[in-house]
């Protein structure tokens, strides 16, 4: 279980493809503070620590992550957040979230706000039920409120922190990203249609 508070960002250094699956060699600050068997989100993704070595971690995708998410277009070099899974003796300053992706987003518009940026994200229609005005989403592992919400369209504020200490600076029209929708609104569903 995460937060949505990235704690730091971290860079893709090798890529290899072993069947389906793929393993990821990411360098970062947080590695030699991680340990075998930690869960640790990567854009938003639940990955489980395999190795650890010279200020680096091993992970490994397996067909069903790499077919909801976006790892299958990480490549070396590629920027992603990485947050550690959460301390249950302290305040949770973003959301409940899971590192269970739902489903990918592109995204459409990028505007500067004079101090801040707006992000819109267009996602598939199957899931609108599960956006609501002002609710919380997880956008690469990134707690945020959204507005504007559609029917598969939605936009975040993104203030200047944020916009430096997480990759969403990087994000341009076209880009994919992870998306989580809230927990609770998901068991909400859940019970609607079950009734």
Not at 6 to 30: M, P, Q
Not at 31 to 44: F, K, M, N, V
Not at 92 to 98: A, S, T
Not at 126 to 146: D, H, M, P, Q, V
């Amino acid at each position: 279980m995460f937060t949505g508070i990235i704690e730091k960002t971290g860079t893709i250094k090798e890529v290899s493809v072993t069947g389906t699956n793929r393993t990821f060699w990411i360098s970062s600050s947080l590695a030699p503070e991680l340990r075998i068997d930690q869960s640790l989100s990567h854009d938003g993704v639940c990955l489980t620590v395999e190795e650890t070595r010279e200020g680096m971690h091993r992970v490994t995708a397996i067909a069903e992550t790499l077919l909801k998410t976006n790892l299958a277009q990480w490549k070396a070099g590629t920027l992603i957040n990485l947050e550690r899974c959460m301390l249950l003796n302290g305040r949770i300053d973003g959301h409940m979230v899971q590192g269970h992706v739902d489903c990918t987003a592109t995204c459409t518009t990028v505007a500067e706000k004079n101090g801040s940026w707006e992000f819109s994200f267009i996602f598939s229609p199957e899931f609108s039920n599960r956006i609501i005005e002002k609710g919380s989403i997880s956008i690469n592992g990134t707690s945020l409120t959204l507005f504007n919400a559609q029917k598969n369209s939605f936009t975040v504020a993104i203030i200047p922190y944020t916009y430096e200490h997480t990759n969403i600076h990087q994000l341009e029209p076209g880009s994919l990203v992870n998306i989580e929708f809230d927990m609770i609104g998901k068991y909400v569903e859940r019970i609607m249609q079950n009734r």
